[in-house]
């Protein structure tokens, strides 16, 4: 019997929510629940962002939520991976709309299947994709079909 995604993290209906604000100069933040126009566009080209980037965190393995010193860690350990790997990489928080939680998170410019092998070797439930013109998000931990943001209706 296949799983579904909620029942990996009961937080997975709230993905599509998601707030993204990039730690760059200028300050760039990204609702994922409205549609991207020339104006957010254009703000994550001034970033260095306009192609096709993976947004990922290693908090809270397979959704389980963790210390916040085992998450900085792992945060931490994905980091140097990277490094390690050669990509370069943007620091992100991901939050509720509201801002009451927000997980550390990287925009990292990757090939898609290396950032979402990444991704399941760090037990994450999805990631988020930016095709150069559109954010969906990408089930790991799970299968489930990608899904195109904002989530309609």
């Given at each position: 019997m296949r799983s579904t995604p909620d029942q990996h993290d009961p937080d997975w209906p709230k993905y599509p929510e998601t707030v993204l604000h990039f730690g760059t100069e200028p300050k760039v933040t990204i609702d994922l629940r409205a549609m991207l126009g020339a104006q957010e566009l254009s703000a994550l080209r001034?970033?260095?962002l306009g192609k096709p980037f993976?947004?990922?965190?290693?908090?809270?393995?397979?959704?389980?939520?963790?210390?916040s010193e085992e998450n900085?860690?792992?945060m931490?350990?994905?980091?140097?991976?990277?490094?390690?790997?050669?990509?370069?990489f943007t620091r992100v928080d991901a939050c509720s709309p509201d801002g009451e939680h927000c997980e550390c998170s990287v925009a990292v410019k990757m090939p898609r299947d290396e950032a979402v092998k990444l991704a399941t070797?760090?037990?994450?439930?999805?990631?988020?994709?930016?095709?150069?013109e559109m954010f969906w998000i990408i089930g790991k931990c799970v299968r489930a079909d990608p899904m195109m943001l904002p989530r309609s209706s």
């Open positions: 001034s970033i260095g993976g947004v990922m965190t290693a908090f809270d393995p397979r959704g389980e939520n963790l210390p900085d860690a792992r931490r350990r994905l980091e140097a991976q990277l490094k390690e790997m050669g990509h370069s070797e760090f037990e994450q439930v999805a990631i988020f994709w930016f095709d150069g």
